[in-house]
């Protein structure tokens, strides 16, 4: 399943604008910690949905 609208920004936020959790946070009318809450989990679902398709990235072996 891919990103909801929210959990995209989240990401572009903080990557790419280089945004605090708690700009983001104030930007999306959410509490820093949830943000922090809803990032770490972002990120563990990408690094399982990245280990699960490892041979179509090639990474590793």
């Given at each position: 399943?891919g990103?909801s609208?929210?959990?995209?920004?989240?990401?572009v936020?903080?990557?790419y604008?280089e945004?605090t959790?708690?700009?983001?946070?104030a930007?999306l009318d959410?509490?820093?910690s949830r943000?922090?809450?809803?990032?770490s989990?972002?990120?563990?679902?990408?690094?399982?949905?990245?280990?699960?398709?490892r041979?179509e990235?090639?990474i590793?072996?």
């Amino acid at each position: 399943k891919g990103l909801s609208r929210a959990e995209q920004l989240i990401i572009v936020l903080y990557y790419y604008e280089e945004m605090t959790m708690k700009e983001i946070g104030a930007t999306l009318d959410l509490s820093e910690s949830r943000v922090s809450q809803m990032h770490s989990s972002i990120i563990a679902r990408m690094k399982a949905q990245m280990n699960t398709r490892r041979k179509e990235f090639a990474i590793g072996k």
